[in-house]
């Protein structure tokens, strides 16, 4: 879910369509062995990060030569697509998660012994077969805020429901900070979605199969959030300007203190530890749920940093060995979880104040489930994040939550 660069890329060699089981890289098993590997490229995972992060293994392994590619085009989705269509796809992609488009061109690792007990490996399977493996989770429905805001707010206690959630930013408009941060990009979608998981997860627990079945409407569920969500623009909670500010700038914002909360995923906490000019401790707590609703609720959760393998990959055996490496190693693991604020039981590295606040919150969730688009079988029809992102921010140019609702249903009937 971290904001893409859109980074130049440059050609590289190996990988291709070739249609055998094992190597067939430059010089076979003995000689140059090529491995590319479509990465997301983010302020946190830069492309040096990767290219020390798989240094070991091409060291541990002589003759193979691990090509990070960055992007070309709006994203690791993106990206593959085209270089599907010019067949000239990686061996690895990472990021992305199987759809039913996707998995009949990935490797299935359902057999592979290394992939049992890596995280959410079971909620990401598509019809109980395996295609990718992650790193660790990123927890979605987190709120950071920022503790000196609160104090002189006079809120004692953090906000459980979504009624004391917006008691809170009334308090704090008046003790003169913006009380919730957003940007536009694919922020302000996002945010509504991490906001409304923990209770939209209790109101409706096979939200997805009614949703695919028809017997539900995306629209029709999320109307009371879209309806509160606009309160909150109306008066004054969140910037009426937000959509002006792109995706970093509205970290910025909340970290350089004129805001008082932000909504967004774990890997934030990556952004904040570097935050070296930053005067005020941040804290975060879970979502809030609908009133009457158990709290804390369920979790967001995505599977952090998968990787999938290119059934046609001309490197297959190697590009198998390299994901077991990211996925099992414990220096490999432990730099991932790392560098993009991700979390894995079992995997133990220090933990900032902030990260552990979000590892006790993951601990005391009743149960991990997905969001928007969703993974596994849990899934609305692809390009529903960019289309609820984009009706979203209607909201901010004057449509209103029932012209929300209904356009988003719309987009789902019409991509069923």
């Given at each position: 879910?971290?904001?893409?660069?859109?980074?130049?890329?440059?050609?590289?060699?190996?990988?291709?369509?070739?249609?055998?089981?094992?190597?067939?890289?430059?010089?076979?098993?003995?000689?140059?062995?090529?491995?590319?590997?479509?990465?997301?490229?983010?302020?946190?995972?830069?492309?040096?990060?990767?290219?020390?992060?798989?240094?070991?293994?091409?060291?541990?392994?002589?003759?193979?030569?691990?090509?990070?590619?960055?992007?070309?085009?709006?994203?690791?989705?993106?990206?593959?697509q085209q270089q599907l269509a010019a067949g000239d796809a990686p061996d690895v992609v990472e990021t992305l998660l199987p759809d039913k488009t996707l998995a009949p061109q990935m490797l299935d690792l359902t057999d592979e012994?290394?992939?049992?007990?890596?995280?959410?490996?079971?909620?990401?399977?598509?019809?109980?077969?395996?295609?990718?493996?992650?790193?660790?989770?990123?927890?979605?429905?987190?709120?950071f805020y920022n503790k000196d805001a609160f104090r002189e707010a006079g809120i004692d206690e953090l906000p459980r429901t979504t009624g004391e959630f917006t008691a809170a930013m009334g308090k704090l408009k008046r003790a003169g900070y913006l009380p919730?941060?957003?940007?536009?990009?694919?922020?302000?979608?996002?945010?509504?979605?991490?906001?409304?998981?923990?209770?939209l997860a209790q109101r409706?627990?096979?939200?997805?199969?009614?949703?695919?079945?028809?017997?539900?409407?995306?629209?029709?569920?999320?109307?009371?959030?879209?309806k509160q969500y606009k309160t909150w623009i109306d008066r004054g909670y969140i910037d009426k300007n937000a959509l002006g500010?792109?995706?970093?700038?509205?970290?910025?914002?909340?970290?350089?203190?004129?805001?008082?909360?932000?909504?967004?995923?774990?890997?934030?906490?990556?952004?904040?530890?570097?935050?070296?000019?930053?005067?005020?401790?941040?804290?975060?707590?879970?979502?809030?749920?609908?009133?009457?609703?158990?709290?804390?609720?369920?979790?967001?959760?995505?599977?952090?940093?998968?990787?999938?393998i290119l059934k046609k990959s001309g490197s297959k055996d190697t590009a198998r060995e390299l994901v077991e490496w990211l996925v099992t190693d414990k220096k490999a693991v432990t730099a991932q979880l790392k560098q993009d604020g991700n979390f894995r039981g079992g995997f133990d590295r220090d933990l900032s104040p902030l990260e552990r606040d979000v590892q006790k919150i993951l601990d005391d969730a009743s149960a991990r489930?997905?969001?928007?688009?969703?993974?596994g079988d849990d899934t609305l029809p692809k390009g529903f994040n960019t289309a609820w992102n984009t009706e979203v921010q209607g909201l901010y140019t004057g449509r209103s939550p029932d012209d929300v609702a209904k356009a988003v249903d719309r987009w789902v009937e019409a991509h069923r």
């Open positions: 879910m971290t904001a893409t660069l859109l980074l130049g890329l440059t050609a590289c060699g190996g990988g291709g369509f070739s249609d055998g089981d094992g190597d067939s890289g430059k010089g076979g098993d003995g000689g140059d062995r090529t491995v590319r590997v479509l990465v997301n490229i983010t302020p946190n995972l830069t492309k040096t990060f990767w290219n020390d992060l798989v240094a070991p293994f091409e060291k541990a392994h002589p003759g193979v030569d691990v090509k990070i590619e960055a992007p070309t085009g709006k994203g690791v989705a993106d990206t593959l012994p290394w992939t049992k007990g890596t995280p959410l490996v079971e909620e990401a399977s598509l019809d109980g077969r395996v295609y990718a493996v992650g790193v660790g989770e990123q927890a979605q429905s987190l709120v919730l941060q957003t940007a536009g990009d694919f922020t302000t979608g996002l945010q509504l979605l991490q906001l409304t998981d923990p209770s409706h627990p096979d939200w997805y199969q009614k949703v695919q079945a028809g017997d539900l409407t995306v629209g029709e569920t999320m109307r009371p959030y879209l500010l792109k995706y970093a700038d509205g970290e910025t914002s909340f970290l350089s203190g004129k805001s008082a909360m932000y909504v967004m995923g774990s890997w934030f906490t990556a952004t904040e530890a570097a935050a070296d000019d930053k005067d005020f401790e941040v804290g975060a707590f879970p979502a809030p749920v609908d009133k009457g609703q158990k709290a804390p609720g369920p979790q967001g959760a995505t599977l952090a940093a998968p990787y999938m489930v997905a969001q928007g688009e969703g993974y």
